[in-house]
């Protein structure tokens, strides 16, 4: 299988520039049958007794701008992922010229570049007086995705309601759609939320660049499965309730934590779980999720939910006008688990 597989015609003008106010007015299709729908309605097309599982990752305000200590060159860095105390995964800006041992000075932090550049990807150690998650809350941007080229009346519309611990490069966008409305709605029809976190990284936003599928590397997501998420997963089984994942990345983590019978374990580890065609879903008996760009690994997982119908839905999206990527609409995928 190869990765133009996943490709497929974006309208420039189908990309969202803009938040919709409220957010619960969000179009919704609903993959079976393309019905259209409106995000405020999702408690009454899902069920009593499903659980509705969401990320609780807050995106971390990852964009440092900064000079080169020595020639004064302008240099920016994306912190994708913390990988031991001092050390971090970034995308740098310009790449070239950069090399192990080049210092940036972003403000009150210093980068020194351990490792890299790797497809522009490098490995910097962070210093800083005090906490350094402090210092890059202080001198950090939100880093909106590079394709969003409108404005954001408050940066928080690019956190969800559900968001607590900080750690993601991205947004989890399916969650960018609800409301104190939708949730109540939820608990009235007998509808649970529970949480887990994954840190969303570097594969949210990069198109795959190898020419086959197989040969794409996903790279690693931390990620934590409370045990209360675990009880309610168990409560929803026992009571015939579907799982419902909010947005690609819980789907990756359930699925990475499956335990057999559509339960998951509990508990902290690393991700790089790949889904694609042929995939077949152990935990998430549903999924909410955004329209994504082409050639990534999301649009992957999307096909294997979908199977070859997922180009008949995007082509439904596109021609009805529906909105794409981060601040777009959304979509209802069921059926998805094979019981």
């Known amino acids: ?11 420039a003008g189908s990309i969202a520039q803009s938040a919709i106010e409220p957010r619960d007015e969000a179009r919704l299709l609903v993959a079976a049958g393309m019905v259209d729908q409106t995000f405020r309605d999702l408690p009454d097309l899902l069920r009593g007794g499903d659980l509705v599982v969401v990320n609780r990752t807050r995106v971390r305000a990852a964009r440092l701008r900064g000079n080169r200590i020595g020639t004064g060159g302008a240099v920016e ?4 992922r ?3 105390e001092v050390a971090w995964q970034a995308l740098v800006r310009p790449a070239r010229r950069i090399r192990p041992g080049v210092v940036v000075e972003c403000g009150p932090i210093t980068a020194e570049v351990m490792t890299g550049p790797d497809e522009g990807i490098v490995t910097v150690r962070l210093d800083a007086k005090g906490d350094v998650e402090d210092a890059i809350a202080e001198r950090g941007e939100l880093p909106l995705p590079p394709y969003f080229t409108g404005s954001l009346a408050d940066s928080l519309r690019y956190q969800s309601m559900f968001a607590k611990t900080v750690g993601s490069a991205a947004a989890s966008t399916a969650a960018l759609h609800f409301t104190p409305r939708v949730t109540t709605g939820l608990a009235r029809r007998g509808i649970a939320v529970a949480e887990v976190d994954l840190e969303i990284g570097l594969d949210t936003f990069r198109p795959m660049a190898a020419e086959r599928l197989a040969d794409h590397v996903m790279h690693m997501e931390r990620y934590t499965v409370p045990d209360e998420t675990v009880a309610a ?9 579907r799982v419902v994942a909010v947005g690609t990345t819980v789907v990756r983590t359930l699925e990475t934590v499956a335990a057999g019978s559509g339960a998951v374990g509990a508990g902290s580890g690393e991700s790089a779980l790949f889904i694609h065609p042929g995939y077949r879903f152990a935990v998430v008996d549903a999924m909410i999720t955004n329209f994504h760009a082409p050639r990534t690994t999301l649009i992957a997982l999307v096909a294997a939910a979908l199977g070859d119908g997922w180009r008949e839905v995007y082509a439904t999206a596109v021609a009805r006008g529906y909105r794409f990527l981060s601040f777009g609409d959304a979509m209802l995928i069921e059926g998805m688990r094979s019981s």
């Open 233 to 241: 997963v168990s409560d929803a089984r026992r009571g015939g309730g």
């Open 1 to 11: 299988m190869l990765v133009s597989d996943f490709d497929y015609e974006l309208p």
């Open 77 to 80: 860095l994306l912190l994708t």
């Open 82 to 84: 913390r990988v031991s």
